[in-house]
């Protein structure tokens, strides 16, 4: 069983930036695929970023390119999320997720951390 802590989130300004962090224990980090997602007030829950176990492959949804970097540290077993130029329509509770390499059906959610841009 894999548990997943995310931890970083805030209020911030436009403009500004916030790092989240994500701890996963109780697993093979190296055997998960992880990722971002986030749920704005009164919207459904979307993927904002992924990245692969070797950490070289990665995705972003169109509207955080260029802004946002997602990363994992194996040693710390820890992935996080770099948000740059955060914007007021980034305002969302942002949860970690991780996708198991060799059961794709086996998938664990984190509790959520809550990010607010003010304009």
């Known amino acids: 069983q894999v548990k997943l802590v995310e931890s970083g989130g805030g209020l911030v300004q436009a403009g500004g930036s916030l790092r989240l962090s994500c701890a996963a224990s109780g697993g093979i980090f190296s055997n998960y695929r992880m990722g971002w997602f986030r749920q704005p007030p009164g919207k459904g829950r979307e993927s904002v970023a992924r990245i692969d176990w070797t950490g070289a492959i990665t995705y972003y949804t169109d509207s955080v390119k260029g802004r946002f970097t997602i990363s994992r540290d194996s040693a710390k077993n820890t992935v996080y999320l770099q948000m740059n130029s955060l914007k007021p329509e980034d305002t969302a509770v942002y949860y970690c997720?991780?996708?198991?390499?060799?059961?794709?059906?086996?998938?664990?959610w984190g509790q959520g951390t809550e990010v607010t841009v003010s304009s």
């Open positions: 997720n991780a996708v198991s390499v060799l059961r794709p059906q086996e998938i664990y």
